[in-house]
T-cell receptor, first 114, second 109 residues
Framework: DAGITQSPRHKVTETGTPVTLRCHQT?????MYWYRQDPGHGLRLIHY???????DKGEVSDGYSVSRSKTEDFLLTLESATSSQTSVYFC?????????????FGSGTRLTVV | KNEVEQSPQNLTAQEGEFITINCSYS?????LHWLQQHPGGGIVSLFM???GKKKHGRLIATINIQEKHSSLHITASHPRDSAVYIC???????????FGKGTKLSVKP
């Protein structure tokens, strides 16, 4: 009954290639977020969206771009993947600002850049 | 700079023990979230707190806004409670979270 799905779940790619990760939700939530998780760090915000075509940068946005052309999909693109972008990527959604009704997280995408 | 500090980083307990995980933060906040990350990687929201205490089953979360401190308690711990527990606060106007690094809990049978 997952209201949020991420694809792919795992990906291995070569340095310099473009990569797109997809976050799809069926909850019609306005707010969507992309985070990355690395050992020794808490999850860190890459980009977020507060509506269709409304996006903004997070703490670690360099080397990433996003697009949200419809409510249900939030795409994260690595224009030219680097080894430092090897990480686990999580998408999250929330119905209200500030997560007043909580957040729902996707299952994560494990990306390896070789 | 991580503005959320969790302790301990790692915790091993015997089944049945009472568990406490602490979270301290350095800025004034209006609410704090507790999350659970299972060994398989999935993340689940447990609580959102703005004051006082909340309880769900064997989990209890408390917060003291003035002291900038929150705790997560697990009563009668069980091996299935083994996970990483993460506290986070809303750091931006659009609801993005600022996360602690997590506390890895292992409950032995």
């Amino acid at each position: 009954d997952a209201g949020i799905t991420q694809s792919p779940r795992h990906k291995v790619t070569e340095t310099g290639t473009p990569v797109t990760l997809r976050c799809h939700q069926t909850e019609n939530h306005r707010y969507m977020y992309w985070y990355r998780q690395d050992p020794g760090h808490g999850l860190r915000l890459i980009h977020y969206s507060y509506g269709v075509k409304d996006t903004d940068k997070g703490e670690v946005s360099d080397g990433y771009s996003v697009s949200r052309s419809k409510t249900e999909d939030f795409l994260l693109t690595l224009e030219s993947a680097t080894s430092s972008q090897t990480s686990v990527y999580f998408c999250a959604i929330s119905e209200l600002p500030r997560g007043d009704l909580g957040y729902t997280f996707g299952s994560g995408t494990r990306l390896t850049v070789v | 700079k991580n503005e959320v500090e969790q302790s301990p980083q790692n915790l091993t307990a015997q089944e049945g023990e009472f568990i406490t995980i602490n979270c301290s933060y350095s800025v004034g906040i209006s609410a704090l979230h507790w999350l659970q990350q299972h060994p398989g990687g999935g993340i689940v929201s447990l609580f959102m707190l703005s004051s006082g205490k909340k309880k769900h089953g064997r989990l209890i979360a408390t917060i003291n806004i003035q002291e900038k401190h929150s705790s997560l308690h697990i009563t009668a711990s069980h091996p299935r409670d083994s996970a990483v527990y993460i506290c986070a606060w809303v750091g931006g106007s659009q609801g993005n979270l600022i996360f602690g690094k997590g506390t890895k809990l292992s409950v032995k049978p």
